[in-house]
């Protein structure tokens, strides 16, 4: 087969690259966050129940996202399994807390290392699911693009090369 006739056919397949994994990414940070955000409000309407014990709290700051409140703690299920977790509440709930103070847990018995604390907890709203999909999918088609010009590039260099040889 000729060189020029092969580049042009894995040009031609090599198009559709960004497309095809900017709709993979774009899906799969659609399910995979419906399925998060499901679960978490899952747990906190459906979830056992149990007291923990406050270990440890953080505040931190990102200049993208603000400052974050988070909350470790310990507790035990109903078959005295001693467990811990930690997860990110909203400040008047983290403000109320000291080391040592009470909170209550929700978690799945199936699995109760899937645990969080009952108050002070946002479930992810389903609606920004579609939008961090469709965010994930154009940066992903950018950055693929960016390869595949590259790509390009070099078959072109490797065309022209095998191109002289012949």
Do not use: C, H
């Not at 399910?31 to 998060?36: I, K, M, P, S, Y």
């Not at 906190?44 to 200049?63: E, Q, W």
């Not at 400040?91 to 109760?112: M, T, Y």
């Amino acid at each position: 087969m000729n060189v020029r006739v092969w580049a042009t056919k894995l040009e031609a397949i090599a198009s559709l690259i960004p497309i095809i994994i900017s709709v993979a990414v774009g899906m799969a940070v659609l399910v995979f966050g419906v399925q998060a955000s499901l679960s978490e409000t899952e747990l906190l309407n459906k979830g056992s129940r149990a007291s923990g014990t406050v270990i440890d709290k953080n505040a931190s700051y990102d200049p993208d996202e603000g400052y974050t409140y988070t909350v470790s703690y310990t507790f035990s299920t109903p078959n005295a399994e001693q467990l811990s977790g930690g997860w990110f509440i909203e400040k008047p709930v983290w403000d109320k807390l000291i080391i040592g103070s009470q909170i209550e847990i929700a978690f799945d018995p199936a699995n109760p290392s899937q645990n969080l604390p009952v108050e002070g907890v946002k479930a992810t709203p389903l609606w920004i699911m579609p939008i961090a999909a469709v965010l994930f999918a154009v940066v992903s088609f950018v950055v693929s693009s960016a390869l595949l010009k590259l790509v390009r590039a070099l078959l072109m260099r490797l065309t022209n090369k095998l191109s002289r040889q012949t």
